[in-house]
């Protein structure tokens, strides 16, 4: 009988160790079942000293397991350790908690650590996940809340917190999906570590995102470290109340958000499951360091304004460091703008540094990779890269990389940015919408310094006015002493609608001597069509004009720069339209196996290393002038010095590199050369081949260049020509300047088609092949090469819009005739519309024998629609003067013509006018 009960006291003791999960020592040790059991021991006292929680096994916790501060009841600790003592460990919290509660509550606890490394395992580990197990549409809940109260002395202050090594996800699963959009919902409202208010004797829930800590209330030291953070709609955040909430928040080495590459084009409906608006919040601090913190697929419908990072009230006067975090994914779904890095206030020095920013984007409102409106007079951004910031919307909205909107004498030197995009849809002389590389609209004395800015390719279709693209934008004449040198801008974007300007530089019309503003050593790139600089008047000064060696005529831009108080303002600047000499489109080194006039062309002005670190001027190891002076821009290089006679072919202008020419058409071939020497050069040769399949020279010609200054581009127009045999061509175009110091440059060689006449019946459409894909590509086609027998143009698809360009411009017709004729109409069977805003949907300029007809098989299947609510019309007959030639022979019939001029007596459905005078 004894051996029994003894067996059975045996399996009894032996069961309650097992559930025995969470060991307490500190005064006295003991084990629970949960750690809500293993805080209540806490609370009550029974547990003192320095207090160590070891967890050996997964718990699932039936309520918030509150740890009240020391001294409330009977409490009394130094300090609180909570870690796992094995790998793996799992805290869930309970399924039916109310909303606004988290897994772990430390109410007014100071000097307490989460720590979820397990002490037995080797190096440094995630070994614990804590889960909030609520429903996925429960709001304001938390996995570890920090609460504290002002009215019970105890609960003043949450002093020396560390969360860190830990798993931490949220409730909120499965929130990223279109219709979930509310402010106030789970995809809005949850969180992952929160430091807040509603502390106390009895905490409450929170039922708010905004709620703040009492005025008297502290969480100094406070940390998040080496946690994964997701399924919740913000990730950390401190609500502090004033700058003296806290000494300093430290949130480090975090990953926030679920892994995932984005492809394609918004809305990202994968994953659906991660971090829904905020990554970081804080408010009410005097210091903070947010620090090499991966920041993933910020994603949801919410409208609501995204951040990766952000700063938004009360912040003191203490450092604020933010540096070396890649924040990539940022993207609003649905309606509201989105930032990578907002700093909206700040009384104190501030550094954000070493930054990896990529794919910001908003499909509603404008974009910002650096968002400062801090009014902070010592502030630094540097070595940021910063890339794929696209503002989406059709009504037009800004994407910037950098916005100084606040604050004086901010350094912004040794950044990278490139890709921005967005819809042009606003104006010329605005200095807020576009696309802004750095754009300052406040504050006085900022240093612009070694900066690299690429704008490239067309801007994102839609809206139906122009918009401005700019590398640097200064706004108001307000801005004063402010230094711009050492930067490489290049420009070469196109599109945004008629009239739309693209330019390196934008300043404030009516800028003088009181700007005082210093622009100087920077290298300006751009195509033939974009300008040097704009003023918001605007006026534009195109590259082709500038002179850095005068300050006349009127249209060279430092006739302008020269006036804004220093008189050697540009005067080493230079402007080419040759590409900038990157290594890629993506990556803005510079590629330096060529002589590169950007090698130690920059003044010395203090930077003593580059955006890699490497040494000013320098780099390290320099063998080609490294040591004389910086190089421009944000990458200091081992390039070859600029050498005194150095001509080159850079590009092919007509026709372009791939470009085509119609059969036994007329053409003047085109080429431009540039000077890249220190030295000016006259009465050198210039030459232009055409080479065909066989190897055969059928066209080469010399051309002499009467004079060329130092750094500046012309281009050269050969004599007439044509071919007869359609195919596809070498075209070379060769600098032959005597004493030429780099000829590695002086060829560069390309392709051209001679392109046989369109004859017979052609399907336009998105999924025929170029360039039938499209109605601007097919009519381009028909301008480049005629017919040499009747032609016609089947539209298969319901609607041509986004990919095409208004107005579609029909030119005269070689080889047109009254059997040569050209019809567009819609295929058997096919309704189609074509959609836009321009001056007209379909423009035919002096042509002949063309017909439009919207008759086929299922009767009258054609509707052109005019956007444009201006001056405009649905078809367009244009002549070069009253007096003709004018359009003969033409045929518009069987379609249903829309305008959008309502409130416009200038609006018509078809008129005959002059070209240039209004429709």
């Given at each position: ?341 907002s700093l909206l206030a700040s009384t104190g020095a501030y550094m954000i540094t070493s930054n990896i920013i990529n794919n910001i984007q908003s499909s509603t409102s404008s974009v910002m990779g650096v968002n400062i409106s801090s009014g902070a007079t010592a502030g630094l951004i540097e070595n940021n890269k910063i890339s794929y910031v696209y503002a989406r919307s059709t009504s037009g909205f800004a ?521």
């Amino acid at each position: 009988m004894k051996k029994i009960l003894l067996l059975a006291a045996t399996v009894l003791m032996t069961g309650t160790a097992l559930k025995a999960q969470v060991t307490v020592t500190g005064g006295a040790t003991a084990s629970y079942t949960s750690l809500g059991a293993a805080f209540a021991a806490i609370n009550v006292g029974t547990h003192t000293g320095a207090i160590t929680v070891d967890i050996s096994a997964s718990i699932t916790e039936t309520a918030s397991a509150i740890l009240n501060s020391s001294g409330e009841g009977g409490s009394s600790y130094t300090s609180v350790l909570i870690f796992p003592s094995v790998d793996g460990v799992v805290i869930n919290g309970p399924s039916t908690a109310a909303s606004g509660r988290g897994v772990i509550e430390l109410n007014g606890a100071d000097n307490v650590t989460v720590d979820g490394d397990n002490p037995n395992t080797p190096g440094i580990n995630k070994n614990l996940t804590i889960v909030n197990n609520n429903p996925n549409t429960t709001t304001y809940a938390s996995v570890i809340r920090v609460a504290t109260h002002t009215v019970t002395p105890q609960y003043n202050n949450a002093d020396n917190i560390a969360i860190k090594n830990l798993i931490l996800n949220g409730n909120a699963t499965g929130r990223n999906v279109s219709g979930t959009t509310s402010t106030t919902g789970s995809e809005n409202t949850t969180f992952g570590v929160v430091v807040g208010p509603n502390g106390g004797s009895s905490v409450s829930a929170l039922t708010s995102v905004t709620g703040v800590m009492n005025t008297t209330t502290t969480a100094n030291a406070f940390s998040v470290d080496n946690c994964s953070i997701n399924s919740v709609a913000r990730g950390i955040v401190f609500n502090g109340n004033t700058s003296a909430s806290s000494s300093g928040v430290a949130f480090t080495n975090n990953v926030i958000g679920s892994a995932g590459t984005l492809t394609g084009n918004p809305p990202y409906n994968s994953p659906a499951t991660t971090v829904y608006s905020k990554a970081i919040f804080i408010q009410g601090v005097s210091s903070a360091v947010i620090t090499g913190n991966i920041i993933q697929n910020i994603l949801s419908y919410v409208g609501t304004t995204f951040s990766g990072i952000e700063l938004n009230t009360a912040i003191g006067a203490g450092n604020v460091t933010i540096s070396s975090n890649t924040i990539t994914g940022v993207v609003n779904n649905g309606s509201g703008a989105v930032n990578a890095v907002s700093l909206l206030a700040s009384t104190g020095a501030y550094m954000i540094t070493s930054n990896i920013i990529n794919n910001i984007q908003s499909s509603t409102s404008s974009v910002m990779g650096v968002n400062i409106s801090s009014g902070a007079t010592a502030g630094l951004i540097e070595n940021n890269k910063i890339s794929y910031v696209y503002a989406r919307s059709t009504s037009g909205f800004a994407a910037r990389g950098i916005l100084l909107g606040g604050g004086n004498a901010i350094t912004v030197r040794n950044n990278f940015i490139w890709d921005l995009n967005a819809v042009s849809n606003n104006n010329t002389t605005g200095t807020t919408f576009g696309v802004r590389g750095i754009s300052i609209t406040s504050g006085t004395n900022h240093f612009i310094h070694h900066n690299t800015i690429s704008l490239s390719g067309p801007m994102l279709s839609g809206g139906s006015s122009p918009d401005i693209t700019t590398c640097l934008s200064i706004a108001g004449t307000g801005q004063t002493g402010i230094d711009v040198r050492n930067n490489l801008f290049s420009n070469t974007m196109s599109g945004g609608n008629s009239g739309a300007i693209h330019t390196i530089i934008q300043l404030p019309t009516g800028g003088t001597s009181a700007m005082n503003l210093s622009i100087n050593n920077n290298a300006y790139f751009g195509s033939s069509t974009v300008n040097v600089g704009l003023t918001t008047n605007p006026t534009a000064y195109s590259i082709s004009n500038f002179n850095s060696g005068a300050t006349t005529p009127a249209t060279n831009w430092r006739a302008y720069t020269s006036t804004l108080g220093n008189t050697n303002n540009d005067n080493a600047s230079f402007a080419l339209t040759t590409a900038a000499p990157f290594i890629s489109a993506s990556n803005l080194h510079i590629n330096n196996a060529l002589p590169v006039f950007l090698e130690s062309a920059g003044a010395t002005i203090g930077v003593t290393s580059d955006i890699d670190g490497d040494v000013r001027p320098g780099p390290v190891g320099s063998v080609n002038g490294g040591g004389t002076a910086p190089d421009i821009g944000a990458d200091e290089f081992d390039g070859i010095p600029l050498v005194a006679n150095d001509i080159a072919a850079t590009a092919f202008v007509s026709p372009t590199n791939g470009g085509g020419v119609g059969q036994s058409m007329n053409f003047s071939p085109q080429a431009s050369f540039s000077n890249l020497g220190s030295s000016g050069q006259t009465n050198f040769n210039v030459i232009y081949r055409i080479i065909n399949s066989s190897n055969a020279v059928v066209y080469t010609q010399t051309n002499v260049v009467a004079s060329l200054n130092s750094l500046a581009t012309t281009t050269v127009t050969f004599p007439v020509t044509s071919l007869a045999t359609a195919g596809t061509y070498t075209i070379r175009a060769i600098a032959s300047l005597a004493g030429d110091m780099a000829t590695v440059n002086d060829s560069i060689s390309g392709t051209m088609s001679i392109l046989a006449p369109l004859c017979g019946t052609y399907n336009i459409g998105a999924a025929q092949a170029f360039p039938f894909n499209t109605l601007t590509n097919a009519i381009t086609r028909l301008n480049q090469v005629g017919v040499s027998c009747g032609v016609t143009f089947l539209l298969d698809d319901a609607s041509y819009s986004t990919s095409e360009t208004f107005p579609l411009v029909i030119n005269p017709v070689l080889g047109g005739s009254s059997t040569n004729t050209v019809l567009i109409r819609p295929n058997v069977g096919v309704t189609s519309t074509v959609t836009g805003s321009g001056s007209s949907i379909f423009k035919l300029f002096n042509t002949y024998y063309v017909t439009i007809d919207g008759m086929n098989a299922g009767g009258s299947s054609l509707t052109l629609n005019n956007t444009n609510s201006g001056a405009s019309a649905v078809v367009w007959l244009a002549s070069t003067a009253s007096t003709g030639p004018g359009n003969n022979n033409i045929g518009i019939n069987n379609i249903t013509a829309i305008g959008g001029g309502t409130t416009s007596s200038s609006s018509f459905g078809i008129v005959a006018g002059v070209d240039g005078a209004t429709p």
